[in-house]
């Protein structure tokens, strides 16, 4: 008979002092329970429920732990509090964003038509006629996404090359000589230029070397790669810098030429963060709009010639939709045309940076056998 007990009263003492497993999950019921109350005498909004309630577990479940458990485990749990209580708050614009823009973009992305038409033709009597009868919405975004795409295109091809080479120049020649540490200076010095003065810049050399009011997506592209370059800089770099040394030595013990070394072994190992760089810092110009107004100015027709003639883009259609609707006097379907472009615009990044984890996993060095 005592040999059957001995068990029992050595698992009640090592759980003696210790909150119940379920202890987050009650403190919670009641936080919900009693944020509801306080917000429903002061005036409900989901918002203000969330932060009450969130004040109140974490009260709740601290003093709960300090009255059972001590200080040590009740400080250890206002710690683990805070930190989850900041990365909540930390998503809340996040979440607001991708809702708000969810909820008024998917009509007009739902819309036919308004990925495989543009705004050519398309007036204020269309949308007044869509307002007041219930027409069609006519007016897409083909000639914008199109845009778009061909002058990231082009600024990558332009960006890339001159990253890459600059970032390999500052690793494997630069040797702390003068000329690198002049690179380094004014790639930091181009990182936090603004937007539109690499538009102006790009403007203004366009207009010494072919003429004024030069507008076309090759002048928004050089515009973009002036953003681009320190960004493929800075992550080239630094992954270049990661590879061990090592395997440098090893190759040049056999003989092979330091090119050779850089293109067959340094670049293959540092392959996978090179690329998730550069497509980072695609994501990151793709959005801009001053440099776009000022360097490719904006069209209503479809344009595929970079080269030649104005050309849109997703953020500049956004812009002009929202400040200068079709119909001024009825601005909906333009909001709609611009929250449908907003929701497609972010997709787009968001793809963009999920190709970059896919493409850092897929390139990775395999350290298995």
Same mark, same amino acid.
């Given at each position: 008979?005592?040999?059957?007990?001995?068990?029992?009263?050595?698992?009640?003492?090592?759980?003696?002092?210790? +909150?119940?497993?379920? %202890?987050? @999950?009650?403190?919670?019921?009641?936080?919900?329970?009693?944020? &509801? *109350?306080?917000?429903?005498?002061?005036?409900?909004?989901?918002?203000?429920? =969330?932060?009450?309630?969130?004040?109140?577990?974490?009260?709740?479940? /601290?003093?709960?732990?300090?009255? !059972?458990?001590?200080?040590?485990?009740?400080?250890?749990?206002?710690?683990?509090?805070?930190?989850?209580? &900041?990365?909540?708050?930390?998503?809340?614009?996040?979440?607001?964003?991708?809702?708000? !823009?969810?909820?008024?973009?998917?009509?007009?992305?739902?819309?036919?038509?308004?990925?495989?038409?543009?705004?050519?033709?398309?007036?204020?009597?269309?949308?007044?006629?869509?307002?007041?009868?219930?027409?069609?919405?006519?007016?897409?975004? @083909?000639? &914008?996404?199109?845009?778009?795409?061909?002058?990231?295109?082009?600024?990558?091809?332009?960006?890339?090359?001159? =990253?890459?080479?600059?970032?390999?120049?500052?690793?494997?020649?630069?040797?702390?000589?003068?000329?690198?540490?002049?690179?380094?200076?004014?790639?930091?010095?181009?990182?936090?230029?603004?937007?539109?003065? #690499?538009?102006?810049?790009?403007?203004?050399?366009?207009?010494?070397?072919?003429?004024?009011?030069?507008?076309?997506?090759? /002048? #928004?592209?050089? *515009?973009?790669?002036?953003?681009?370059?320190?960004? !493929?800089?800075?992550?080239?770099?630094?992954?270049?810098?990661?590879?061990?040394?090592?395997?440098?030595?090893?190759? @040049?013990?056999?003989?092979?030429?330091?090119?050779?070394?850089?293109?067959? !072994?340094?670049?293959?190992?540092?392959?996978?963060?090179?690329?998730?760089?550069?497509?980072?810092?695609?994501?990151?110009?793709?959005?801009?709009? %001053?440099?776009?107004?000022?360097? #490719?100015?904006? %069209?209503?027709?479809?344009?595929?010639?970079?080269?030649?003639?104005?050309?849109?883009?997703?953020?500049?259609?956004? @812009?002009?939709?929202?400040?200068?609707?079709?119909?001024?006097?009825?601005?909906?379907?333009?909001?709609?045309?611009?929250?449908?472009?907003?929701?497609?615009?972010?997709?787009?990044?968001?793809?963009?940076? +999920?190709? #970059?984890?896919?493409? %850092?996993?897929?390139?990775?060095?395999?350290?298995?056998?």
């Amino acid at each position: 008979m005592t040999s059957t007990l001995t068990p029992v009263r050595k698992r009640s003492a090592l759980t003696k002092g210790q +909150l119940p497993k379920a %202890a987050p @999950y009650i403190v919670v019921a009641v936080a919900l329970v009693l944020g &509801a *109350a306080i917000m429903a005498l002061i005036g409900f909004n989901a918002f203000g429920w =969330g932060i009450v309630s969130g004040i109140l577990f974490a009260a709740g479940l /601290v003093g709960w732990s300090l009255f !059972v458990e001590g200080a040590r485990k009740a400080k250890d749990k206002l710690a683990t509090c805070l930190v989850v209580g &900041a990365f909540l708050v930390a998503l809340l614009p996040l979440f607001s964003v991708i809702w708000t !823009v969810l909820v008024n973009g998917l009509p007009g992305l739902l819309d036919p038509g308004f990925l495989s038409t543009s705004m050519n033709g398309v007036t204020g009597a269309f949308d007044n006629k869509t307002v007041e009868e219930g027409a069609p919405l006519l007016g897409g975004i @083909y000639h &914008a996404l199109m845009g778009t795409l061909l002058i990231t295109v082009l600024a990558t091809l332009i960006s890339v090359p001159v =990253g890459l080479l600059t970032a390999i120049y500052l690793v494997e020649y630069g040797e702390d000589r003068a000329l690198a540490r002049a690179i380094t200076f004014f790639v930091d010095v181009m990182t936090g230029i603004p937007s539109i003065v #690499a538009g102006l810049f790009a403007a203004a050399a366009f207009f010494a070397l072919v003429g004024p009011g030069t507008k076309t997506g090759a /002048v #928004a592209a050089v *515009a973009l790669s002036v953003l681009m370059i320190p960004v !493929v800089v800075r992550s080239s770099e630094e992954m270049l810098k990661i590879v061990p040394n090592e395997l440098r030595e090893a190759a @040049y013990a056999l003989g092979v030429r330091k090119w050779r070394t850089i293109l067959k !072994v340094v670049l293959p190992t540092a392959i996978s963060g090179i690329a998730s760089g550069i497509t980072l810092a695609i994501a990151r110009v793709i959005g801009e709009t %001053a440099p776009i107004l000022v360097t #490719a100015g904006f %069209a209503t027709t479809i344009n595929t010639n970079v080269f030649s003639g104005w050309m849109a883009s997703l953020p500049t259609f956004i @812009y002009t939709q929202i400040l200068n609707p079709t119909s001024p006097s009825n601005p909906d379907p333009s909001s709609q045309r611009a929250w449908g472009a907003a929701l497609v615009l972010i997709i787009m990044v968001m793809l963009l940076n +999920l190709g #970059a984890r896919l493409i %850092a996993r897929m390139f990775a060095p395999k350290t298995g056998r």
